[in-house]
């Protein structure tokens, strides 16, 4: 099914603008390898001009045009944007998925997710009109206190490429709602639904220069826009090792950073779970997306009492999953999202062979699968905790299996990892599942569950996860900085000094 790929520009002040440079990227299907089509790339003299554009917008009329403008005015932006994802979801679907390689069904509740997040967002934008005097009470009874909420200004979002779309509208949904200007940097390995998103944009008269779109490698145009000294905040999304070049730049100039990176995150079974439903979630949590994403419960700790019965189910489950193009009906399993990401999994796992763990099932190209850069749902096992598949993210559909024989033992092995985002816990004694909530050095848990993931919930992670949170209020939160308003109400002069009048 030849889906036909749009060609377009950059986005910067509300139209399309070819890239001062005129280079493009060629875009791979990554089923097929095969060059679809291509992006503009984007460089720093684009990137020049997209933060004076955001930058006028937000002081456009003294700011009365969009940044000091009611929440109310800007949520109806927010929610037209949804409105057009729902309405041009069936082809917004299809061009992620042959973009980045997820399996339509997924792309799918992708899009359900981006339209959703900016009507949620436009729900908190509304609300900022009644919380621009939030009093607070104070002990001397000759002053009185309140705090607004303003917009940081000029907002820098890098995002990545696992979840094109919805990444960039976490960030691009909260930073209209708080009034800031932004310039939009999606990964250059997936950016096609994000350049839709300016088609979006235009078509419901946002005014020109709130919202930006450069498209481009990350050294060309990604650590300009970080380090820009026009450029109120930056937040990425990626890999710990991008990110912490990102917090660099931005440290140069004092600027906040908000930062989701990586993680390897555990997931708990103890012996009295319902292995069946367990195994599902286990798989789900590591399997889902293809297995790239950041929060993925790639360590299975299981207790050493139902190892052997758990692992056998959860090969079954493994063996049930359907590997196609990502468009065939049914797909579970996609490919990953590039060459270089094929090479790097494949890697990882050829590795930890070598220094002696066990391939217990997949670890390679599935058999009736000759192109594309798929990788078939992996399971190891005789791993020890030095090992670099067990400490590092491989970001791929490999699970890596220990055992356990106490609590613990459990809380040790989750915790011993520099990362720090997600953890979930199997169990029907919720009086466990509780002490594991509180012991888990993470920002998310799962108790009986993994990978959920709601608008209304903070995300976000500790250690090397990053920091700062994204989704509900504490999303918006992230691009709001907060000014204390106080007043002397007495009439009575200070009074610290001696009135010159009475010398």
């Known amino acids: 099914m030849a889906i036909p790929i749009p060609t377009r520009q ?6 399309w603008r070819e890239p001062v440079l005129k280079n493009r990227i060629p875009v791979v299907n990554p089923a097929t390898e095969q ?5 503009p790339a984007g460089t720093a003299e684009d990137v020049e001009i997209a933060v004076d554009a955001a930058r006028r917008a937000f002081t456009r009329n003294k700011g009365k045009d969009w940044a000091s403008a009611t929440g109310a005015y800007r949520a109806r932006y927010l929610r037209a944007i949804a409105a057009k994802i729902t309405e041009r979801k069936p082809q917004l679907s299809k061009l ?17 997710d981006v339209a959703a997040c900016f009507e949620y967002f436009a729900k908190l934008a509304e609300s900022l009109d009644s919380k621009q005097k939030i009093p607070v009470p104070l002990s001397a009874e000759a002053f009185k206190c309140h705090v607004r909420k303003e917009p940081i200004g000029v907002v820098g979002l890098i995002t990545p490429w696992n979840y094109p779309l919805l990444m960039a509208t976490w960030k691009v949904a909260p930073s209209l709602a708080a009034g800031c200007t932004a310039i939009l940097k999606p990964s250059e390995v997936a950016s096609l639904t994000c350049l839709e998103l300016a088609d979006i944009c235009i078509e419901v ?7 930006n779109i450069v498209t481009g490698l990350g050294p060309a145009a990604g650590a300009p826009l970080s380090s820009h000294p026009h450029v109120d905040k930056v937040a990425f999304t990626g890999s710990t090792a991008t990110g912490s070049k990102v917090m660099t730049a931005a440290a140069q100039l004092l600027k906040p950073v908000s930062l989701e990176l990586g993680g390897k995150s555990p997931i708990v079974v103890f012996e009295d779970a319902d292995l069946d439903k367990a195994a599902e979630w286990v798989a789900f949590g590591c399997f889902w997306t293809n297995g790239q994403i950041c929060s993925a419960t790639s360590r299975l700790l299981v207790h050493e009492s139902i190892a052997d019965e758990f692992q056998q189910k959860l090969i079954n489950w493994a063996k049930n999953i359907k590997i196609s193009d990502p468009l065939e009906e049914g797909c579970r399993l996609g490919p990953v999202v590039s060459a270089g990401q094929y090479e790097k999994v494949t890697k990882m796992i050829s590795t930890a062979k070598s220094e002696g763990a066990t391939i217990l099932f997949g670890g390679a190209r599935p058999q009736h699968l000759k192109k594309g850069f798929f990788v078939e ?5 005789d791993i020890n905790t030095s090992m670099e598949i067990w400490r590092e993210e491989v970001f791929g559909p490999v699970l890596c299996v220990q055992k356990f024989s106490t609590e613990d033992e459990a809380i040790e092995l989750s915790n011993d990892t520099h990362f720090g985002l997600a953890a979930a816990v199997i169990s029907k004694d919720l009086d466990r599942c509780d002490r594991m909530v509180k012991a888990f050095n993470v920002g998310i848990v799962w108790v009986n569950c993994s990978q ?13 996860s990053g920091f700062g949170r994204e989704l509900g209020e504490w999303g918006l939160d992230n691009y709001m900085n907060v000014k204390q308003v106080t007043q002397y109400t007495s009439d009575d002069p200070w009074g610290w000094y001696q009135s010159p009048s009475k010398l």
């Open 452 to 464: 959920p993931c709601f608008c209304e919930a903070p995300w976000g992670g500790n250690k090397r």
């Open 377 to 381: 749902p992996t399971i190891i096992t």
């Open 205 to 211: 008269g946002l005014p020109p220069g709130v919202l």
């Open 96 to 112: 992620e998925a042959i973009d980045c390689g997820k399996p339509l069904d997924e792309a799918a509740w992708d899009m359900d």
């Open 35 to 39: 060059i679809i089509g291509d992006v």
């Open 10 to 15: 950059l986005f910067i002040n509300g139209e």
